[in-house]
């Protein structure tokens, strides 16, 4: 099946990040850009009249970009569905002017545990997530809680999907990727991960885990359709190609329609996910729009676990818990114990 057009813009407003997380190279890299709120808006636009769908507002940490909410204002007037996945540092302060502007808002979390988290962030983050679930859920939002899994924080699945399940919320289960420093997930791991899979409010989407089996992404007949699927712009106003942790390929962007047409993007796109630096490729956020651009067993398995995250997020009643999460937390640790 093949969709014409992609359908997530993935906007790059800033570099900077309060976290130091172990696995990112991001931070690393001290990059100090920030988008413009009038490129922004143009984008956003220019993106709606090209059928996009989604946009996704990341970076770095994309609370850090003052005119966050200006940016979610316009991409909700132009019709775009945004997406929000933060460290939650920043958020108990800025939950107030982001409320009902954010569609599907995404709290990072490493593990149950505060001292878990924290390592793995390099930062005192805990409290803050726990605290930002609390204030999002009184501004009326329903925000899913990110957990990226590795041999590293295998132990904290069983809690956290408990948790998840109390407080009502999406658990949303991704497997770290090739390039993040850990070995991959053993076979066994794998299914192990995958035993939780048809649980209440846990989503994990089991295409992933059919590519990290198979070795990842094949440059010969790859899997890859990042092209196809995402465009993604960087703070300074570049179309990046064919996706942000491998950029092979910059173009200053005057406009996006004219450069998405054009020769240079259509040369591009045929050698997506066929670059030398593409084998063994498992980047989640390009693959999980990626599967859905080609009828096969990938397609399949991530439909199932999209369906079971829509029954979870918008057809099940609400866990019956409001109490706050940090009580949540604590009650299942200590039952652990
Ligand atoms: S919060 Fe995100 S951008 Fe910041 S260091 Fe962690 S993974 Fe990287
Ligand atoms: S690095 Fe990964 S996401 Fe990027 S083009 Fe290659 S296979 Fe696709």
Redesign the pocket.
């Known amino acids: 099946m093949a969709l014409l057009r992609p359908l997530l813009l993935q906007y790059y407003i800033t570099e900077q990040c309060n976290c130091r997380c172990r696995v990112c190279d991001i931070w690393r890299k001290g990059g100090t850009g920030e988008a413009a709120l009038a490129v922004v808006v143009q984008r956003l636009q220019e993106a709606r009249r090209l059928g996009v769908r989604f946009v996704d507002f990341t970076g770095g940490e994309p609370l850090l970009h003052p005119q966050l909410p200006e940016m979610l204002r316009a991409a909700q007037a132009c019709g775009l569905k945004t997406t929000l996945t933060t460290n939650a540092l920043l958020y108990p302060q800025r939950c107030k002017e982001l409320a009902g502007l954010v569609h599907f808002l995404h709290f990072s979390l490493d593990g149950a545990e505060a001292e878990v988290h924290n390592r793995l962030r390099g930062a005192q983050a805990f409290d803050r997530v726990l605290s930002s679930l609390d204030q999002a859920r009184s501004c009326g939002e329903r925000p899913d809680i990110t957990f990226t899994i590795g041999p590293h924080n295998l132990e904290q699945l069983p809690l956290l999907s408990r948790i998840a399940a109390e407080l009502g919320l999406i658990l949303i289960v991704n497997p770290v990727f090739r390039h993040q420093g850990y070995r991959p997930l053993s076979e066994q791991e794998l299914s192990y991960i995958e035993s939780f899979a048809g649980r209440p409010y846990v989503y994990i989407n089991t295409a992933f885990h059919r590519l990290l089996r198979q070795g990842g ?1 094949r440059i010969v007949r ?1 899997r ?1 359709r ?2 196809d699927s995402v465009l993604v712009i960087s703070p300074d106003d570049q179309l990046l190609a ?2 942000y ?2 950029v092979q390929k910059t173009q200053q962007i005057t406009d996006l329609a004219a450069l998405f047409h054009s020769e240079w993007f259509r040369a591009l796109k045929k050698q ?4 030398p ?2 084998a063994g ?3 989640n956020c ?2 999980d729009p ?1 599967f859905h651009y080609v009828l096969d067993r990938f397609f399949l398995d991530s439909l199932v676990a999209k369906l079971h995250y829509i029954r979870y997020k918008y057809l099940s009643p609400r866990a019956a818990s409001n109490k706050p999460a940090a009580v949540v937390f604590n009650q299942i640790i200590a039952e652990k114990c």
């Open positions: 992404n790859p890859c990042v092209m064919p996706c942790h491998f997506q996910g066929a670059f630096l593409c490729c498992s980047l390009y693959f990626s």
